[in-house]
Structure formats: C-alpha cells, structure tokens
Nanobody
C-alpha cells in the first residue's frame, strides 16, 4: 500500500505557473504507475496526467496537453506536475494516486488510497 502527501498548490494569476509534488511512502514506489487527478467544486474527479513506473510513457487530459508536464524521481519517491499557462478552469484540488498498471491508471479512477490533495486556485 502506498500513501501520498501532495504539496505545492496555491493562488496564482492566469498565465502563471505552479509545480506540484507528491511524496509517496509505504511501498516500492518505482513499480507503480503514478497519476495526477483534480476535482473542481461540483465536478467529478478526473485524471490530469499519468506516468509509467519507469517514466518513459505519459498520458495527458486534452485540456492540459502542452501546458502541464508530469515527471517522477524514483530515487526520491516523488512525482511532480509542472503546470504552466494556468487558466481559471484549472482551479481544483489536485491529488495523486497509483496503480501497478499504467493502462489501468489511465482508464480507471482508483477507488482508494487518496491523500488530502493540494488546492490550486487560478484567479486574478
């Protein structure tokens, strides 16, 4: 079982940037595919980006392609989300989660293992 602590959120103006971090503990981090998710008020939680266990493959929601970049440091048990050109519609609580299979992570919302998330607010 992997536990997650998300950080790096905050208030940023439209067009600005933030870098989120997700520190994982409790299991062998490097064998898990990792994903970043977000949930805006009144909306369902959705996948933003996913990365394979070795970092060679990634997947992005259409709404963030070209603006967000997911990366990971297996030595530090951490996955990152670099968010550039932020828009008000990116406002949400951002979470990370994991699965042993990258394809499962991309097409299925994990049912457990959620952390507290980190709030991202994009507003002028």
């Amino acid at each position: 079982q992997v536990q997650f602590v998300e950080s790096g959120g905050g208030l940023v103006q439209p067009g600005g940037s933030l870098r989120l971090s997700c520190a994982a503990s409790g299991s062998i981090f490097s064998i898990y595919a990792m994903g970043w998710y977000r949930q805006a008020p009144g909306k369902q939680r959705e996948l933003v980006a996913a990365i394979s266990s070795g970092g060679s493959t990634s997947n992005y929601a259409d709404s963030v392609k070209g603006r967000f970049t997911i990366s990971r440091d297996n030595a530090q048990n951490t996955v990152y989300l670099q968010m550039n050109s932020l828009k008000p519609e990116d406002t949400a609580v951002y979470y990370c989660n994991a699965d042993l299979r990258f394809d499962v992570l991309v097409f299925n919302l994990p049912k457990s293992g959620w952390g507290q998330g980190t709030q991202v607010t994009v507003s002028s």
